[in-house]
């Protein structure tokens, strides 16, 4: 790969007319997640068919050329050396199981150079643990899978991870893997060429909605909250599950087996509140989530979130997030529009 310096462009920056295709290279190391990367894959190769045009190409490398197996036991030809590709406009490294054992003096030394070679860097699903242990990620923000997440925020306090689905900080791009490449390519489409263009992708996949970065990631409840103490799983589990008829206290208790007493001293032991504070802001996230991902009524969220008046729930919903529930309506991510991008070409199906 060529060492000389270049400028750096952002992949969310829209192309100059007679621009080439952005071209991404995915960097895959051994037991990558094989859906982060077929999900990045999908979304550039029907941009390029939604659009008519070649927009995006795409190259699978490792640092020797020998296809890496994914996860699931799949291997992806061709594949290339790395070290043989020149310039291309974003390098996202794939990761997955054991992403520890895949990293390496090399792979370090060769992100690097990369990086002073002006590439634009990122990481899919742990990929972005390779970046962060090269110290290619100080300062910036960055988005990787939650099971990697506490163990690197202890160790690397130089970071700012995200909790969000992806990250896109100046030069590095991040995203938490599953199904989330699919917003961070669509997030990169809408960017670059159109919403229009994002829209038919989408309806192809049968996406309903772009989600944004700031959109958390679903982290399993007992990883949530840090630890595994079974009584405290139980009542979050409990409360998590009664949102619009809320549980009384008492009750909550006597299901998880402990007196009212001792549930209020295991919250206040583990979380540092009362039972009450979290099963309020368990109900106030689900509020947010309704309003900023569907088209129901403030009133009817209200209902389904529990809450005996509107009055009640607009008082909390603002000490809470320090914006009335109307706000969060307003600024929520917009549905993305039925597609008006190449309809001739948008309506064949992605299944071709």
Not at 110 to 115: E, F, G, N, Q, S
Not at 192 to 221: C, I, N, W
Not at 291 to 302: A, E, W, Y
Request: aromatic share 6%.
């Amino acid at each position: 790969m060529s060492s000389h310096m270049s400028p750096c462009i952002s992949p969310c920056t829209p192309p100059s007319q007679g621009d080439t295709a952005l071209h991404i290279v995915f960097l895959t190391l051994q037991d990558y997640s094989m859906i982060a990367l077929s999900n990045a894959i999908e979304v550039l190769r029907m941009a390029n068919r939604a659009s008519g045009r070649e927009l995006y190409r795409w190259t699978i490398a490792t640092l020797d050329g020998r296809p890496a197996r994914a996860s699931n036991g799949l291997p992806l030809n061709p594949t290339i050396p790395v070290a043989q590709i020149d310039q291309p406009g974003m390098l996202l490294v794939c990761g997955g199981i054991r992403v520890h054992e895949a990293c390496s003096p090399e792979l370090d030394a060769t992100l690097v150079r990369l990086a002073k070679g002006g590439i634009v860097l990122g990481g899919l699903c742990t990929g972005s643990h390779a970046l962060v242990r090269a110290g290619l990620m100080r300062g910036y923000r960055c988005a990787i899978h939650w099971e990697q997440m506490a163990a690197l925020r202890e160790e690397f306090a130089d970071v700012d991870f995200s909790d969000g689905l992806f990250a896109i900080d100046r030069d590095r791009i991040t995203c938490s893997g599953g199904t989330a490449p699919i917003d961070l390519m669509l997030h990169i489409t809408a960017a670059r060429y159109g919403k229009a263009l994002a829209s038919a992708v989408s309806a192809q996949f049968t996406v309903e909605r772009m989600r944004d970065p700031a959109h958390r990631q679903h982290v399993p409840l007992a990883a949530r909250l840090g630890f595994s103490r079974a009584e405290l799983v139980h009542a979050s589990t409990l409360m998590e599950n009664h949102i619009e008829e809320p549980l009384p206290m008492a009750e909550l208790a006597r299901r998880v087996g402990l007196s009212p007493r001792q549930l209020q001293r295991m919250f206040r032991h583990y979380l540092d509140m009362a039972p009450h504070q979290y099963y309020l802001r368990l109900r106030l996230g689900r509020a947010r989530e309704l309003l900023t991902q569907t088209g129901m009524s403030i009133m009817n969220v209200v209902v389904a979130c529990g809450f005996e008046s509107s009055c009640h729930f607009s008082r909390a919903y603002r000490e809470q997030f320090g914006h009335p529930p109307s706000a969060a309506r307003r600024n929520a991510a917009v549905p993305i529009p039925p597609p008006a991008f190449a309809p001739e070409v948008a309506v064949e199906t992605a299944a071709r």
